[in-house]
């Protein structure tokens, strides 16, 4: 992923309400593979 997309993607977490720690846990998660950053469900949003 380069430099636009991944502005990209951190601009479209913040339009969906994620907070930067959020954010940055998921980059995280996605850069090293470490389960303690791997995203937990929502547990309070409707699902479609």
């Known amino acids: 992923m380069n430099m636009a997309e991944t502005a ?11 907070s ?16 303690q950053y791997k995203p937990k469900p929502d547990t309070n949003e409707n699902t479609e």
């Open 8 to 18: 990209r993607l951190i601009l479209g977490l913040r339009a969906a309400g994620w």
């Open 20 to 35: 930067e720690k959020k954010i940055n846990d998921f980059i995280l998660y996605i850069e090293s593979g470490e389960e």
